[in-house]
């Protein structure tokens, strides 16, 4: 990208382009920063939605300890940056993984998030031979379904190992509540939530009755920080696709108090008819499956399907007059389908492109 186009005019840029308004991110950061602080929790924003260095220091620099990180190549990409407190909230398998990890363990501080013994054995010895130590989380199972250990007896038997074996030791315990995000009523959502927590929260009061340190409890996702910013127990927030404030989470998953801040720009490529016009941007440019995008302040326009290339949307009477060639943008429904299918974000202030970010963490799936 040349620099050249540093202050260009965003309608002035060629499309389909990934859009942030760096005021608007800025902003959301700042407010689920002083959210989770001010409840005396940490924050350690999960990376999926951004994959960009740039952007997690930028959260550090609002009061976030680290970050959240689903892979290791994510995790080596955010230590490269000078990012050095990393949750790696997925189990890691396999020699070649197990390596990285101990080489990661050399100029990082990165917490791995285990729920079984056969995760745990193999990395505790190679980072004993290499004179490392490597925390461990583990990962309980509050109703999600997914991974994780049974609370209970299991969590504490997986906590005790740990604590017994060099090379390793016991970060803390994790959990999380995705199964409960896109409960309607609110009162019946925060109170699952809360008893979801509760159980967390259980399973580290056992780990303690043994005399074993717990000391990191971390949970929350966007969906419902809100609500899990305020369990007793819980020191830390995982969070982190806030900060762009997508329609889904808004729509689906009652999301108060942020704004919409990512976009994407895009041209009016066909006119078919009166009442409808295609861009020149579909599912190569953004992930409409969970919540389709909306028509950013064109409010009688909607988006209508959505293929590899192209981009239906039907018109109101305000919109009508859209013509060939013209630009618009689009809110992406969900930001880390999103972000994962383009090479650059382009930050502008005022509508001024200000700095273009490589997405570093991008196809880092191993």
Not at 76 to 86: P, T, Y
Not at 310 to 320: I, R, Y
Request: hydrophobic share 40%; charged share 25%; with cysteine.
């Amino acid at each position: 990208m040349s620099q050249s186009v540093i202050g260009s005019h965003k309608f002035d840029l060629d499309t389909p382009i990934l859009c942030i308004d760096l005021d608007l991110m800025e902003s959301n950061i700042q407010k689920m920063s002083d959210y989770i602080l001010s409840r005396g929790k940490t924050w350690r924003p999960h990376e999926k939605c951004h994959k960009t260095p740039a952007i997690a220091l930028a959260q550090m620099q609002a009061g976030a300890i680290g970050v959240t990180c689903a892979k290791v190549s994510e995790a080596e990409v955010m230590a490269a940056a000078g990012v050095k407190d990393i949750l790696i909230a997925n189990m890691i398998v396999g020699k070649t993984k197990w390596e990285r990890v101990v080489s990661l363990c050399r100029h990082a501080r990165p917490i791995i998030a285990c729920d079984h013994f056969a995760q745990i054995e193999p990395l505790a010895m190679m980072c004993a031979e290499a004179g490392v130590t490597c925390r461990m989380m583990p990962e309980v199972n509050i109703g999600l379904n997914r991974v994780g250990s049974r609370p209970g007896q299991d969590t504490l038997d997986l906590a005790m190992a740990i604590d017994k074996l060099d090379g390793v030791e016991l970060a803390g315990i994790m959990g999380y509540e995705g199964h409960l995000l896109q409960v309607q009523d609110p009162a019946e959502k925060e109170e699952k939530i809360t008893e979801a927590m509760r159980t967390l929260v259980g399973c580290k009061t056992a780990i303690e009755a043994k005399g074993i340190p717990c000391e990191i409890v971390s949970a929350g996702g966007t969906g419902s920080y809100q609500i899990t910013s305020n369990c007793e127990g819980i020191t830390e927030l995982q969070a982190g696709g806030g900060i762009f404030a997508d329609p889904m989470y808004v729509n689906k998953c009652g999301l108060t108090g942020l704004d919409y801040s990512l976009s994407v720009l895009a041209t009016v490529a066909s006119r078919p008819e009166k009442g409808r016009m295609v861009l020149d941007c579909g599912r190569k440019t953004m992930h409409p499956d969970f919540q389709l995008p909306l028509v950013k302040a064109w409010p009688d326009a909607k988006v209508t399907a959505l293929s590899a290339e192209h981009c239906a949307v039907d018109l109101g009477p305000e919109s009508q007059d859209l013509k060939i060639g013209d630009k618009i943008e689009l809110i992406p429904g969900y930001a880390d389908f999103t972000t994962i299918l383009h090479e650059n974000f382009y930050g502008f202030r005022n509508d001024r492109l200000e700095v273009v970010w490589p997405i570093q963490g991008r196809g880092k799936i191993q």
